[in-house]
C-alpha cells in the first residue's frame, strides 16, 4: 500500500462512518474489498495478469465459499446479490479498456469482455457442478486446498515461477526468453492462501460456522489487511461484520492515531533504515565488522517498522471502519525468551501454524503407535512448524535455515525453562526477577533473533554463512 | 490533567467535534509550521549539519551517484551539504599543510575509479614536503558536469576552506558558452550562480529559463521535501561509507570509448571557421584566478583520448574534431600566456589504452601516470620563487 492508497481508504472510510448504516456499512466494506483487489494489485510484465491475478483471487474466494458453505441454510437474497455483484464487477472493469489511458481501476489495460466473459462463463459451469457434486464437497474442499498450496509453491518456487510465467507468456504471444519469476506478482496470495486453507481445513473438521458470503468474501480480502495480514478467524471477522456498529468519535480517533503511527513507522522509520539495513550488496561491501552490526541491527529494526507499520494501518483502518483486526506485534524486540519473542511477532501467523501444524502435529505424535518423550516431541513440532513458517516466507534454504534457527532457538529455550522449573526451589526466585537477569536475557534474545535474520535477508546460504562468520571476526 | 492527557488515559469522552476541532487545529498548526519554514528558509542551514567528519570520516570526493543502493552515493544540489560530507571539512587546517584543492570534471572526480584511486588521492600518496616542511593535502573537488562555470561555483566554496593552491583541470568541452548552464547542478544553484554571473560579470543570462528559482512554495517543507529526504539520505548514507569506503558502483564490463569515429567535423554546432574565442568561457577561468585573489591558480589542460581508428585524421575522439580541439589548446596557450595563468599543457600525457569509457576518463594507471605530471607541475610551482 502506498501512501495515496492509505489516504483514500482512511477517506473513503471515514466518509462511510459519518454517512452509511450499519447494512450499507457493511456492503460497502465488502465492495470496497472487492474493488480493492484489483486497484492494490500492481503491474505485471505478464499481459492484462494484472487483472487476473485479482480476478483469480476472487475467483478462488467463491469456489471456497461455495464448497464450505452450509447447504441447509440455503442461499440468501443477500447471498445471491453479493455472488452476482462479484461476478459483474469484472466484466464493468474490462469495460474501461475502451476508457483513455490511465483511467483504469487495474495496473495495464483489461482484457477484452469477450475473454471475460468465457472465463467467467466457465467458473459459473464449475460453480454449477460443484452444487451438483454437493455430496462430496468434503473431497473438493481437500481438491481445494492441494489447489491452493500448489498455486502457493508455484509462487514461491523461483524455478517454477519462472517456468509458469513462461507458459503464461506463450499463451499471451509474449516473449518466453523473458519469462522471470517477478512476473506472478500476485497480491497478497501469502495470506489469501492462508486464510483460505484455515477455512477449509475447519469445514473438514466441521468447526466452520456458517458465514454469508459477503462476509466470507470480505474476510479473505478485506481491503486493510489483504496486502499484509494480519490473518484473522473467519468466525470473529464474521461476527464483528454482523456485529459492527459506527465507531465511537473516542475509537474514531484511536484508529486514526493508529494510522499515524503505521504511516509514521513504514513510510519515515522503516524507509530510512532500509538504506542502511542488511542486504547483499551492503554486506559485500562492507569492510569492518562493527559496521556488519549495525546493518543487521538496521534490518532488524526496519523490518519490525515495517510490517509493524503496515499493521498498524490495517488495525486502524479496521477500527475507524468498525472492524477490529486481531494485533500482530507486541513490542517483540522487548521480550525476555524466544518463545515470548514469537508469541509477540507476527502473532497471528504464529497462531495460524501453531493451530493447523504445530498442535495437530504434537497430538498425533503423543497419540501415534511409536513412543516418544515429551523433548522429542516438541523438538519434531517446533521443527517442522518453524521450518514451515520459514517456506511460507519463500521455498529456500535461507528460509528453510531461518525456520531452523527459530526451532532450535525454541527448543534450547524450552528445555533451559524446564531445567530451571526442576530447580525453583533452589534458585532464589530474585534470580529470575532481577533487572540484570532481565536486561541479559532481553540482549541475548534480540541477538539471537537479530542473527537469525541473516539468514533471513541474504540471498545465498554461503553469503550468509561468510556474514555470520564475518561478524564474529572470522574470514573477510 | 489536561484534555489530552485525559483522551490518553481514556477518562474522557470524546466527541466528534473534539475531533473537527483536532483536525482543525492539527491543520492550521501544519500550515503555520510551512508558513514559518518558508519564511526562515532553513534549507542553508540544514545543509552544513552532518554527521559526516563527527560519526563517519569525511568523503573524499563530493558526493555524487545516480543509484544509491549500489554507489552508497547520491547526487545532490545542495553545495554546502556537500562540502559538510567531504573531508576537507573535517578539521581547520594546521600549519603543517600545505592544502592543495583539485576542480574540474568527472575525471578529477575520478569517474571508473576508487575514491583512493582518483588524482588526488594518488598525490596525496606521493607525501610530497614543501620546502618549508610542509606536507602537500590535496583535496579532490572534482564534480562530474561539463562547464567551467559549475567548477568556478565550487572553487568558490572551496575558498572558504583556505587553500594554498588551487589545480584547475580543463578541458574544451567544459568551456563552450552555450553549454555553460545545462549543467542540473547550477539550474538549481539559480541564486549563487547569479552571484557568480553578477560578481564577475560573466556573460551568461542570469535569467536562463531553466533556473528552478526560490519561491515561497518550494521553499515551504512541503516545497522542499525531495531537498530534505536527499540531505535525509546523505546522513545515511554515511553508514555505509564508512563501512565499505565505497562511494561509486564501478561495474565489471562498461562500453569503452569510441575508437572508431563518425566523419563528422561538428563541434557543438560549431563548423570549422565558426568558432572564436569569444564563443568559448575563458572569462569564467580568470573570474577563476580573480575569486582565488592572493592563492596561486595553475590550469591544466587534461589529457584527451587521441583515437587511431577510423575518421581519426578529422577527430581526436567522440568529444573533438580535430580542428576544434587545435583551435582550443591555440587559444588556451595563448590565453595563458596573455593573462599570466600557470598553465600546463597535458593533453597528450597518457597512453591511449588508459582511457576507460569515455575520453577524459582514466583507469587507475592511468590516473597514477596523470597525478606524476601533476606532481612534477606542483613540484615545479613551488620551487618558483
Given at each position: 500500500m502506498t501512501l495515496i492508497h492509505i489516504l483514500i481508504f482512511t477517506l473513503l472510510v471515514s466518509a462511510l462512518v459519518l454517512t452509511a448504516s450499519q447494512r450499507w456499512r457493511r456492503w460497502s466494506l465488502f465492495i470496497i474489498s472487492l474493488v480493492s483487489v484489483y486497484w492494490l494489485q500492481p503491474?505485471?510484465?505478464?499481459?492484462?495478469?494484472?487483472?487476473?491475478?485479482?480476478t483469480a483471487s476472487i475467483g478462488l474466494t467463491v469456489i471456497a465459499w461455495l464448497v464450505t458453505r452450509h447447504r441447509e441454510r440455503g442461499l440468501s437474497r443477500e447471498d445471491l446479490t453479493a455472488l452476482l455483484f462479484t461476478a459483474l464487477l469484472p466484466l464493468l472493469l474490462s469495460l474501461s479498456r475502451f476508457l483513455p489511458e490511465g483511467w483504469q481501476l487495474t495496473a495495464s489495460r483489461p482484457p477484452s469482455i469477450y475473454l471475460v466473459v468465457i472465463v467467467g462463463s466457465i467458473l459459473v459451469i464449475l460453480g454449477f457442478v460443484g452444487e451438483w457434486l454437493a455430496k462430496w464437497s468434503r473431497l473438493m474442499s481437500v481438491l481445494l486446498g492441494v489447489v491452493v498450496i500448489g498455486v502457493f509453491i508455484v509462487l514461491k518456487i523461483e524455478t517454477l515461477s519462472v517456468w509458469t510465467s513462461s507458459l503464461l507468456r506463450g499463451v499471451t504471444g509474449q516473449s518466453r526468453n523473458l519469462a522471470a519469476s517477478t512476473d506472478l506478482y500476485w497480491l497478497g496470495f501469502s495470506y489469501i492462501a492462508l486464510r483460505l486453507l484455515h477455512v477449509l481445513r475447519d469445514y473438514q473438521s466441521g468447526r466452520l460456522p456458517a458465514v454469508s458470503f459477503l462476509d466470507f468474501l470480505t474476510f479473505v480480502l478485506f481491503f486493510p489487511a489483504i496486502t499484509a495480514g494480519p490473518i484473522d478467524r473467519v468466525e470473529k471477522f464474521s461476527s464483528k461484520m454482523q456485529n459492527a456498529v459506527a465507531p465511537t468519535a473516542s475509537e474514531y480517533l484511536t484508529g486514526a492515531r493508529r494510522i499515524v503511527l503505521g504511516v509514521f513507522q513504514k513510510f519515515v522509520l522503516a524507509d530510512g533504515l532500509a538504506i542502511i539495513a542488511l542486504n547483499s550488496t551492503n554486506v559485500a561491501m562492507t569492510r569492518s565488522v562493527p559496521w556488519l552490526w549495525v546493518l543487521v541491527f538496521a534490518f532488524s529494526l526496519r523490518l519490525y517498522f515495517d510490517f509493524s507499520g503496515y499493521t498498524d494501518v490495517a488495525v486502524g483502518i479496521g477500527q475507524i471502519s468498525g472492524i477490529q483486526l486481531p494485533e500482530n506485534f507486541d513490542r517483540p524486540y522487548f521480550k525476555t525468551n524466544i518463545g515470548t519473542f514469537w508469541n509477540s511477532w507476527h502473532m497471528t501467523l504464529a497462531n495460524w501454524f501453531r493451530a493447523y501444524v504445530f498442535n495437530p502435529l504434537t497430538r498425533a505424535l503423543r497419540k501415534g503407535r511409536l513412543k516418544m518423550n515429551s523433548a522429542l516431541i516438541i523438538l519434531i513440532g517446533q521443527l517442522v512448524t518453524m521450518t514451515l513458517i520459514g517456506l511460507w516466507h519463500g521455498v529456500t534454504w535461507n528460509f528453510v535455515l531461518w525456520g531452523l534457527w527459530h526451532a532450535v532457538g525454541l527448543f534450547i529455550h524450552n528445555?533451559?525453562?524446564?531445567?530451571?522449573?526442576?530447580?525453583?526451589?533452589?534458585?532464589p526466585s530474585a534470580f529470575y526477577t532481577s533487572k540484570a537477569m532481565r536486561a541479559v536475557s532481553l540482549v541475548l534474545t534480540f541477538n539471537f533473533v537479530a542473527l537469525g535474520w541473516v539468514w533471513f535477508a541474504l540471498p545465498s546460504v554461503q553469503m550468509s554463512w561468510e556474514t555470520l562468520i564475518r561478524m564474529f571476526g572470522g574470514i573477510r | 490533567m489536561t484534555e489530552t492527557q485525559r483522551v490518553e488515559k481514556g477518562v474522557m469522552n470524546i466527541s466528534w467535534g473534539f475531533i473537527w476541532r483536532v483536525l482543525?487545529?492539527?491543520?492550521?498548526?501544519?500550515?503555520?509550521?510551512?508558513?514559518?519554514?518558508?519564511?526562515?528558509?532553513?534549507?542553508?542551514?540544514?545543509?552544513?549539519?552532518?554527521?559526516?567528519?563527527?560519526?563517519?570520516?569525511?568523503?573524499?570526493?563530493?558526493?555524487?551517484?545516480?543509484?544509491?543502493?549500489?554507489?552508497?552515493?547520491?547526487?545532490?544540489s545542495h553545495l554546502d551539504a556537500m562540502f559538510a560530507a567531504h573531508e576537507i571539512q573535517s578539521t581547520e587546517k594546521s600549519e603543517e599543510e600545505f592544502r592543495i584543492l583539485v576542480i574540474g570534471d568527472s575525471s578529477v572526480w575520478g569517474f571508473l575509479l576508487e575514491p583512493t584511486q582518483t588524482l588526488s588521492a594518488q598525490i596525496n600518496q606521493s607525501e610530497i614536503i614543501t620546502e618549508d616542511g610542509r606536507t602537500v593535502r590535496a583535496y579532490n573537488l572534482g564534480y562530474p558536469t561539463m562547464s567551467v562555470t559549475k567548477d568556478l561555483l565550487i572553487l568558490e566554496r572551496g575558498l572558504l576552506n583556505h587553500p594554498d593552491l588551487i589545480i584547475w583541470l580543463v578541458t574544451l568541452e567544459s568551456l563552450p558558452k552555450v553549454s555553460q548552464l545545462d549543467s542540473p547542478f547550477l539550474q538549481l544553484n539559480p541564486d549563487r550562480t547569479r552571484e557568480l554571473i553578477t560578481r564577475y560579470a560573466l556573460d551568461l543570462d542570469p535569467e536562463d529559463e531553466r533556473f528552478e528559482n526560490s519561491t515561497f512554495w518550494n521553499r515551504t517543507i512541503i516545497g522542499q521535501r525531495?531537498?530534505?529526504?536527499?540531505?535525509?539520505?546523505?546522513?545515511?548514507?554515511?553508514?555505509?561509507?564508512?563501512?565499505s569506503g565505497v562511494d561509486?558502483?564501478?561495474?565489471?564490463?562498461?562500453?569503452?570509448?569510441?575508437?572508431?569515429?563518425?566523419?563528422?567535423?561538428?563541434?557543438?554546432?560549431?563548423?570549422?571557421?565558426?568558432l572564436n574565442t569569444n564563443e568559448l568561457a575563458f572569462d569564467m577561468l580568470e573570474a577563476g584566478v580573480q575569486a582565488a585573489g592572493d592563492i596561486p591558480v595553475v590550469f591544466i589542460n587534461e589529457p584527451v583520448f587521441i583515437s587511431?581508428?577510423?575518421?581519426?585524421?578529422?577527430?581526436?575522439?567522440?568529444?573533438?574534431?580535430?580542428?576544434?580541439?587545435?583551435?582550443?589548446?591555440?587559444?588556451l596557450q595563448s590565453q595563458a600566456a596573455g593573462r599570466g595563468w600557470d598553465y600546463a599543457d597535458l593533453w597528450d600525457a597518457m597512453p591511449s589504452t588508459e582511457f576507460t569509457d569515455s575520453a577524459i576518463h582514466y583507469t587507475p594507471l592511468g590516473s597514477r601516470i596523470l597525478a606524476q605530471d601533476i606532481i612534477g607541475v606542483i613540484k615545479e610551482f613551488l620551487q618558483e620563487p
Open positions: 503491474a505485471v510484465s505478464l499481459r492484462q495478469f494484472s487483472f487476473w491475478f485479482p528445555r533451559w525453562a524446564v531445567f530451571l522449573n526442576a530447580r525453583r526451589d533452589r534458585i | 482543525l487545529k492539527a491543520f492550521v498548526l501544519f500550515a503555520a509550521i510551512n508558513i514559518v519554514y518558508a519564511l526562515f528558509n532553513p534549507l542553508p542551514v540544514l545543509g552544513r549539519l552532518s554527521f559526516y567528519n563527527v560519526l563517519f570520516p569525511g568523503r573524499l570526493r563530493l558526493p555524487y551517484g545516480d543509484d544509491p543502493d549500489r554507489s552508497f552515493n547520491i547526487t545532490l525531495r531537498e530534505l529526504a536527499q540531505l535525509f539520505k546523505l546522513q545515511m548514507l554515511g553508514v555505509l561509507w564508512s563501512g561509486h558502483e564501478i561495474p565489471e564490463t562498461y562500453n569503452e570509448r569510441l575508437e572508431d569515429l563518425p566523419a563528422d567535423l561538428d563541434f557543438h554546432n560549431f563548423m570549422p571557421g565558426d587511431e581508428g577510423e575518421n581519426s585524421d578529422i577527430r581526436y575522439n567522440f568529444y573533438y574534431p580535430r580542428w576544434a580541439y587545435d583551435f582550443y589548446r591555440q587559444e
